[in-house]
């Protein structure tokens, strides 16, 4: 039989082995670590993303209620509210940048 056709057995392969940088299996190790470290960091921006839109469905449902007409039906005025409430939520720490900034 033909050298490699058949997986190595698990004492064939060792750590301390110098391999060649341009070889195929180095290569594929490569390839591996590669693949597997973006789709660990895809991983992470899709949490983000989703504990982002999490806190802020969660900032509208403990408001909600606050704006709520009798018989549970919201206006477009208080829809507008509820917005512009959501909005302002930061205007403290924008202040506080800004007047770092103006230092």
Known sequence: MAKG???????????????????????????????????????????QRLS???????????????VMEEGGMISNESLLELVRGFLSRFDEELEQISIKQSI
Do not use: C, F, Q, Y
């Open 5 to 47: 056709k058949h997986a190595p057995t698990k004492g064939a392969i060792r750590e301390e082995k110098v391999l060649h940088p341009t070889s195929r299996k180095v290569i594929k190790m490569a390839r591996k670590e590669t693949h597997r470290s973006n789709v660990e960091s895809k991983g992470k921006i899709g949490i």
């Open 52 to 66: 982002s839109l999490s806190e802020k469905l969660v900032w509208i449902r403990d408001n909600l209620p606050g």
